[in-house]
């Protein structure tokens, strides 16, 4: 290492002013690796929109330029971090790293999208992994998901530890507590920086263990008279473990319901990260057929998603099987920020359809996977870093965050909080934010990839606000005038039986301009202008206005 190193420049590229698609460079001198590629949901206003994923132009379009990437490093199997391997492997076609668990779960998404002949190594928690200018040291945590680990990145300026997503369980579900003594151990040789989870930092106290579900899952099993419905993520293999052991307590069979939930307890057992008993698991077609208090249901749909399995049982279209009056339905996951009016109004559906529905603000039903506080103070404490940077939250949970590492003395010209594409620059003595890259948000819409931005988004929500109106104009070719009054087509604007007087004055407002107007040209964009400031004075609405101009 030289006496004057080059900085290290780490590039979030998600997950740092938001919730979700987290993603981060480690560059060094024109050589880096990535650490997770993940995915974040819509928001309600992202209409159509499936999912959101990072824009990671910027390392693709220098990549056999001038800069190599030695590899991308999965934390865990969530898919706020492994939900787009897939498109990214599409520009960035580079090793992936990932214990057995994450990598079982990272080959069905890789299949999926066209990618089983990708390089995919599997590593253990401890194992070290020599990538490029990078060591990376890995470590396991407790998270709501088996075999995830975080990392101590030694780069030629320091050592870098990113927690991953973690929490101080010691009790958890697989006995599997975190590596407290790996941490105790880059302690002792003095860490540069520490990135560090902020999904909850600004919760007080500690993350209720994973062990706590137990006794209020007995106590739902233990209650219910019907069928029970659990609704959780597809990868939340600690859950489903939970609701198989209390299944077989009281004599219930479990089925599931959701591809990608079936695909992953396929993976998840076959890799001996479940135990499922016996013959516990059936088909939907045999739960149909068995007492109605001898069958649980593991289903997707936990944020609300429409297109899920609980959503559609909500609004009575699942093809599988419906609700019935009296099963209970268990949410077994807290709402992902900006999702909860979704996930609330899921639950007034499934009520109003006659449903039970349990949360955790009526039982322990679920606990969350992120540390609070007194467990970040603990990290921060056990650490010592020089530098301290959080990730993975909202601002204000970066900033919260970032002001409980300077109560314990670590100071304030030491910490940077910075959004998504903000560099930030490591030396053995100092850090600060650099330039910010261009990106934002990826949307994929379908099969689409990016092709849908913020112009398109806008019409959209206008079209779901104010509906659009379509005036259908004949001119006479050798007159100029109109052949027919102009037809009005509109939808989700005005009721046309019940606004005929509003569709007249279009009428009448159409034939003026083209008494004044002066050909065809330009005919269209001057109906659609004086359409829209007309409808907006007497309705306060906009609708999208197009105006069709033809000559017969």
Not at 194 to 200: F, G, H, Q, R
Not at 496 to 508: C, G, K, M, P, Y
Not at 536 to 552: D, H, S
Request: charged letters at 20%.
């Amino acid at each position: 290492m030289s006496d004057k190193p080059l900085p290290l420049r780490i590039i979030p590229l998600g997950g740092l002013g938001e919730i979700g698609k987290n993603m981060t460079l480690f560059e060094y001198d024109h050589e880096g690796i990535i650490v997770d590629t993940g995915i974040m949901f819509p928001e309600n206003d992202m209409l159509g929109i499936d999912y959101i994923i990072p824009d990671f132009r910027y390392i693709a379009d220098r990549l056999n330029d001038d800069l190599t990437i030695h590899g991308i490093v999965i934390t865990h199997g969530h898919e706020d971090h492994i939900g787009a391997i897939g498109h990214v492997l599409d520009a960035i076609p580079v090793p992936v790293y990932a214990t057995p668990l994450t990598a079982g779960l990272l080959e069905v998404k890789m299949a999926q999208a066209g990618h089983d002949q990708a390089v995919l190594n599997v590593f253990q928690a401890g194992d070290l992994l020599d990538l490029g200018p990078f060591l990376v040291e890995t470590f396991h945590v407790c998270h709501s998901i088996p075999d995830s680990v975080g990392l101590g990145i030694e780069t030629p300026v320091g050592l870098v530890v990113h927690s991953g997503d973690f929490k101080f369980d010691h009790t958890p579900v697989d006995g599997w507590p975190t590596d407290f003594a790996r941490l105790a151990e880059f302690s002792k040789r003095g860490v540069l920086a520490l990135m560090s989870d902020s999904t909850n930092a600004d919760r007080p106290g500690w993350t209720p263990s994973e062990a706590t579900i137990d006794a209020g899952f007995d106590k739902v099993f233990r209650e219910a008279k019907g069928r029970i419905i659990v609704a959780t993520f597809a990868s939340l293999i600690s859950r489903i473990q939970q609701v198989a052991t209390a299944a077989q307590r009281y004599g219930r069979k479990m089925a599931v319901a959701g591809y990608s939930m079936t695909e992953y307890i396929k993976v998840a057992s076959r890799l001996g990260y479940l135990d499922l008993p016996k013959d516990i698991l059936i088909n939907i077609e045999q739960a149909k057929k068995l007492p109605l208090n001898e069958v649980v249901i593991m289903v997707t749909g936990s944020q609300g998603e429409p297109s899920a399995v609980l959503g559609r049982l909500a609004y009575g279209n699942q093809r599988q099987f419906d609700l019935i009056p009296g099963d209970t339905v268990i949410m077994s996951a807290h709402p992902i920020p900006g999702n909860e009016e979704l996930v609330q109004r899921t639950v007034n559906k499934l009520i109003q359809r006659g449903a039970n529905v349990i949360y955790d603000a009526i039982a322990p039903v679920h606990v969350s996977g992120h540390a609070s506080q007194e467990e970040l103070k603990l990290l921060i404490n056990l650490i010592r870093p020089k530098f301290f940077i959080p990730v993975h939250g909202e601002l204000r949970h970066l900033h919260s965050h970032a002001r409980l590492a300077q109560d314990l003395g670590i100071p304030a010209e030491n910490t940077c909080v910075v959004e998504n594409g903000t560099e930030i620059l490591l030396t053995p003595q100092h850090m600060s934010a650099g330039e910010r890259i261009p990106g934002g948000y990826v949307f994929v819409d379908g099969s689409g990839v990016g092709d849908i931005g913020p112009i398109v988004m806008r019409d959209r929500e206008t079209l779901g606000r104010d509906g659009f109106l379509i005036a259908i104009v004949l001119i006479d070719r050798d007159s100029g005038q109109l052949v027919e009054a102009p037809e009005i087509i509109s939808r989700g604007f005005v009721f046309l039986r019940d606004a005929s007087e509003l569709i007249e004055s279009t009428q009448r407002l159409i034939e003026e301009i083209v008494d004044t107007h002066k050909g065809t040209s330009g005919l269209a964009n001057d109906i659609q202008d004086t359409l829209s400031k007309m409808f907006y004075n007497q309705t306060k609405r906009r609708p999208m206005v197009f105006a069709y101009v033809r000559e017969v």
